[in-house]
T-cell receptor, first 113, second 111 residues
Framework: GENVEQHPSTLSVQEGDSAVIKCTYS??????FPWYKQELGKGPQLIID?????GEKKDQRIAVTLNKTAKHFSLHITETQPEDSAVYFC????????????FGAGTTVTVRA | EPEVTQTPSHQVTQMGQEVILRCVPI?????FYWYRQILGQKVEFLVS????????KSEIFDDQFSVERPDGSNFTLKIRSTKLEDSAMYFC?????????FGPGTRLTVL
């Protein structure tokens, strides 16, 4: 089955700086890669996603890049703000598995004011 | 904006008891899922449900677990005889195609 590795496990950044989280996946059939933000006591909230026919996608301060050859994808948050502090999970899925998500282990991001 | 809802938010039960966790997915969605998250760990897939049947299940989803979509709106997860290790957050998710939206979760505590 799919195995998703995520790094780093914790990330502390100064407010205004950028944060980068990297994930690798094992199944070359995976074609959908969402990123979720989870705040304490809440469910995962989708923040951005990318499909395998695209190399990069941006939404305001958040961007995701995908390298299908190397089987890795990354989340970039620019101009970080205290409200960006949360746990971020990457995930991968494919149509052949009814899109079941395989999650990374998560990155705890702390934005220092 | 439509959202996935789950009840209860917290369920405490004794080991060996049956529990039913309830979810109301987003109304026009076709795919339904249960995931669980043990404290401090990654989110793990349990089961997917499509076209009124289980389409895939993980090793965790053994004979003690079952799912139902009894009335076209609710989606339930039943654990027949709970074990201590079933203590976790359980998340329901739904999707029209590949994009899954998660509910707020039910915290299950087995004593």
């Amino acid at each position: 089955g799919e195995n998703v590795e995520q790094h780093p496990s914790t990330l502390s950044v100064q407010e205004g700086d950028s944060a980068v989280i990297k994930c690798t996946y094992s199944d070359s059939a995976s074609n959908y890669f969402p990123w979720y933000k989870q705040e304490l006591g809440k469910g995962p909230q989708l923040i951005i996603d990318i499909r395998s026919n695209v190399g990069e996608k941006k939404d305001q301060r958040i961007a995701v890049t995908l390298n299908k050859t190397a089987k890795h994808f990354s989340l970039h948050i620019t101009e970080t703000q205290p409200e960006d502090s949360a746990v971020y999970f990457c995930a991968a899925s494919t149509y052949s598995n009814d899109y079941k998500l395989s999650f990374g282990a998560g990155t705890t991001v702390t934005v220092r004011a | 904006e439509p959202e996935v809802t789950q009840t209860p938010s917290h369920q405490v039960t004794q080991m060996g008891q049956e529990v039913i966790l309830r979810c109301v997915p987003i109304s026009n969605h076709l795919y339904f899922y249960w995931y669980r998250q043990i404290l401090g760990q990654k989110v793990e897939f349990l089961v997917s449900f499509y076209n009124n049947e289980i389409s895939e299940k993980s090793e965790i989803f053994d004979d003690q677990f079952s799912v139902e979509r009894p009335d076209g709106s609710n989606f339930t997860l039943k654990i027949r005889s709970t074990k201590l290790e079933d203590s976790a957050m359980y998340f329901c998710a739904s999707a029209y195609t590949d994009t899954q939206y998660f509910g707020p979760g039910t915290r299950l505590t087995v004593l």
